[in-house]
């Protein structure tokens, strides 16, 4: 089974900071990787897929990169919609999720 | 505009059995994997089952294997995931989602939350 680790697993941040986010696979996933918002209470959103494709209608302050093993999620000016929970997930092998980063008002 | 709706969870018995229901609209949905995805308490996303459009691929997480069943009738529009001897550490809000072409996830519903507990 592939496993997904992401850090940090809380991000303290203010408005308009750039923030990233790391998401690491235990072998390589190629370009197959998602990366997805989560609020309380409610459904994750899709925010990117293939690791670097943007999904219809999100903002383009979120922006992800990597390949392989080692990505990365990056919000270049964090806003106050943005305070949310993020996950990654792979999809090279079945799917597997990263155990989420907590974005907080710092 | 698509839309998944799940329905049928709730409180069961350790042991018990429940059939959760996704109803789909908005889609072609003959045309799509779909999955089940389960997020316990102030924890995070587990997939536990998808499959394939026919239902000749169908897979699972290693802890719901051989209690947990995914199926579909394509002419009702609608997945379901039979489970059964549930166990407390299957308490968790369960998400139906759609597969995309490339294997992410698109669409989600809304939950429903399965409570297992004596």
């Known amino acids: 089974d592939i496993q997904m680790t992401q850090s940090p697993s809380t991000l303290s941040a203010s408005v308009g900071d750039r923030v990233t986010i790391t998401c690491r696979a235990s072998?390589?996933?190629?370009?197959?990787l998602a990366w997805y918002q989560q609020k309380p209470g409610k459904a994750p959103n899709l925010l990117i897929y293939?690791?670097?494709s943007l999904e219809s209608g999100v903002p383009s302050r979120f922006s992800g990169s990597g390949s392989g093993t080692e990505f990365t999620l990056t919000i270049s000016s964090l806003q106050p919609d943005d305070f949310a929970t993020y996950y990654c997930?792979?999809?090279?092998?079945?799917?597997?999720f990263g155990q989420g980063t907590k974005v907080e008002i710092k | 505009e698509v839309q998944l709706v799940e329905s049928g969870g709730g409180l069961v018995q350790p042991g018990g059995s429940l059939r959760l229901s996704c109803a789909a609209s908005g889609f072609t949905f003959s045309k799509y994997w779909m999955s089940w995805v389960r997020q316990a308490p102030g924890k995070g996303l587990e997939c536990v089952a998808t499959?394939?459009?026919?239902?000749?691929?169908?897979h699972y997480v290693d802890s719901v294997k051989g209690r947990f069943t995914i199926s579909r009738d394509n002419a009702k529009n609608s997945l379901y995931l039979q489970m059964n001897d549930l166990r407390a550490e299957d308490t968790a809000v369960y998400y139906c989602a759609r597969v995309d072409d490339y294997g992410h996830f698109d669409y989600w519903g809304q939950g429903t939350l399965v409570t297992v507990s004596s």
């Open positions: 499959m394939n459009q026919d239902g000749s691929e169908r």
């Open positions: 293939k690791a670097s």
């Open positions: 997930q792979q999809y090279n092998n079945y799917w597997t």
């Open positions: 072998q390589s996933i190629r370009l197959w």
